[in-house]
T-cell receptor, first 118, second 114 residues
Framework: DTGVSQDPRHKITKRGQNVTFRCDPI?????LYWYRQTLGQGPEFLTY????????KSRLLSDRFSAERPKGSFSTLEIQRTEQGDSAMYLC????????????????FGPGTRLTVT | QQQVKQSPQSLIVQKGGISIINCAYE??????FPWYQQFPGKGPALLIA?????SEKKEGRFTISFNKSAKQFSLHIMDSQPGDSATYFC?????????????FGGGTRVLVKP
């Protein structure tokens, strides 16, 4: 399978615990995005990387959240001291660098990691 | 603030009917408008997309209509099938905007009755 993969698919944790999610993008895709989706809502942007550089973070990304993409390939998203409000689907997407006025620009999503904080 | 507004929140259509979902945006910096289809427990999958320099794009049973002056666009699903039952999200993205991050609408849950 050459699509975006995420691990784990489901995570149940107790409030206050730390969790880490992994995303493997489509190979050769320079950009990697993290989104969060709560039940019944559209995904919301959290952060994105171009190669290994984290170029933007949303205000939604509190200081308990940290993301890395150390070698410009896979990425991890860590949540420290989880809260019940962190319960959501965490989605990863990847894309090639957009071409100026070139081909349509597409982001490809993984299956997501469903986090439940009890 | 919701930069992309989507309606309706849900709709029920008979097999063979037409499903119509509407979206409106505010930010004129958006210049690419994709639609995603999402099944329960799965990530969103790109369905079809349009740039604002065209008024309509068709791929199979799916058509996007785009009205740049009104800042509105819509998805039409022709000959709807039970397998089309899913949640549909419109989105917008700006090529020149930092990060090219997607801004999603709130979603429309479509149920196609056999």
């Amino acid at each position: 399978d050459t699509g975006v993969s995420q691990d784990p698919r489901h995570k149940i944790t107790k409030r206050g615990q730390n969790v880490t999610f992994r995303c493997d993008p489509i190979s050769e895709h320079n950009r990697l995005y993290w989104y969060r989706q709560t039940l019944g809502q559209g995904p919301e942007f959290l952060t994105y990387f171009q190669n290994e550089a984290q170029l933007e973070k949303s205000r939604l990304l509190s200081d308990r959240f940290s993301a890395e993409r150390p070698k410009g390939s896979f990425s991890t998203l860590e949540i420290q001291r989880t809260e019940q409000g962190d319960s959501a689907m965490y989605l990863c997407a990847s894309s090639p660098l957009p071409q100026s006025r070139g081909p349509d620009y597409e982001q490809y999503f993984g299956p997501g990691t469903r986090l439940t904080v009890t | 603030q919701q930069q992309v507004k989507q309606s309706p929140q849900s709709l029920i259509v008979q097999k063979g009917g037409i499903s119509i979902i509407n979206c409106a945006y505010e930010n004129t910096a958006f210049d690419y408008f994709p639609w995603y289809q999402q099944f329960p427990g799965k990530g969103p999958a790109l369905l079809i997309a349009i740039r604002p320099d065209v008024s309509e794009k068709k791929e199979g049973r799916f058509t996007i209509s785009f009205n740049k002056s009104a800042k509105q666009f819509s998805l039409h699903i022709m000959d709807s099938q039970p397998g089309d039952s899913a949640t549909y999200f419109c989105a917008a993205i700006g090529f020149k905007a930092a990060g090219n991050k997607l801004t999603f609408g709130g979603g429309t849950r479509v149920l196609v009755k056999p």
